[in-house]
């Protein structure tokens, strides 16, 4: 998860927020918020080119944290289907036991894969 903020893909991000249904106007402010920096390297004390980024969420941005939890809904949800569909198997500890696949921390995802029979 520690580059993932860096790969989001703006794009994915607002369809994902279109597909649970957060209205367009709201979309269009996050859009604005994630999109509106600009850069410059600092290269012997001068700053370079401006230049902007295309995808990722800025680290230490108060929104981000939000919206790199609705990111890692869908992985959720597709890790979910995989092994609802038998794609996958998660592991189970003990017979009566639930089967788990997967499981999220702050920083950190655990994907649990045992033998499919």
Not at 66 to 80: D, G
Request: charged share 15%.
């Amino acid at each position: 998860m520690h580059k993932a903020y860096d790969r989001v893909e703006w794009d994915f991000l607002m369809a994902i927020m279109e597909k649970m249904g957060f209205a367009p106007m709201w979309r269009s402010l996050v859009l604005g918020c994630i999109s509106t920096v600009n850069f410059a390297i600092m290269l012997n004390g001068q700053p370079g080119s401006k230049f902007a980024p295309t995808r990722g969420l800025r680290q230490g941005d108060p929104l981000s944290p939000y919206l790199f939890l609705l990111v890692s809904e869908v992985l959720s949800l597709l890790i979910q289907k995989a092994s609802d569909t038998k794609m996958i198997k998660g592991v189970q500890f003990n017979p009566v036991g639930p089967c788990i696949s997967h499981i999220f921390f702050a920083d950190y995802t655990l994907i649990f894969l045992g033998q499919i029979r």
